[in-house]
């Protein structure tokens, strides 16, 4: 997938899920989803390269590193906890949704139980 494919697939993705919001606290150049005003996902243009940060694990992140070449350590985010997907022949949308549904998950299970939607 190319880059603005995937970007597009995260925003079908994301806006599908339950509470999400899409914002832009950074400026027009960079749209958010949060969930309860926590952020689970970026969609940005890095450099010419349209990329999407996604919240991780650390261990799975580290483990998508190896395992695809297009998959880096997050733009202008905490490298530990956030990834980035970059354009690449391994990614397909069955991946983004994957990864865009585990950073959701991530963020729900980290607030109040009575906030979580």
């Known amino acids: 997938m190319d880059g603005k494919q995937i970007q597009q697939a ?3 993705i994301a806006a599908a899920l339950p509470a999400a919001e899409l914002c832009y606290p950074f400026g027009p150049e960079y749209e958010v ?22 919240k991780c694990r650390p261990q799975d992140g580290e483990l998508h590193r190896v395992i695809y070449d297009s998959i880096h350590a997050a733009y202008h985010m905490n490298k530990r906890h956030w990834i980035s997907i970059c354009a690449g ?13 585990e ?8 607030l109040p139980k009575k906030r979580r939607p």
């Open 33 to 54: 989803f949060k969930v309860r005003g926590k952020m689970f996902a970026l969609l940005a243009q890095v450099r010419g390269e349209r990329i999407v940060n996604l």
């Open 103 to 110: 950073s959701y998950d991530l963020v729900v299970a980290g």
């Open 10 to 12: 995260a925003i079908k």
């Open 89 to 101: 022949e391994q990614i397909t949308e069955g991946l983004v949704r994957q990864l865009v549904e």
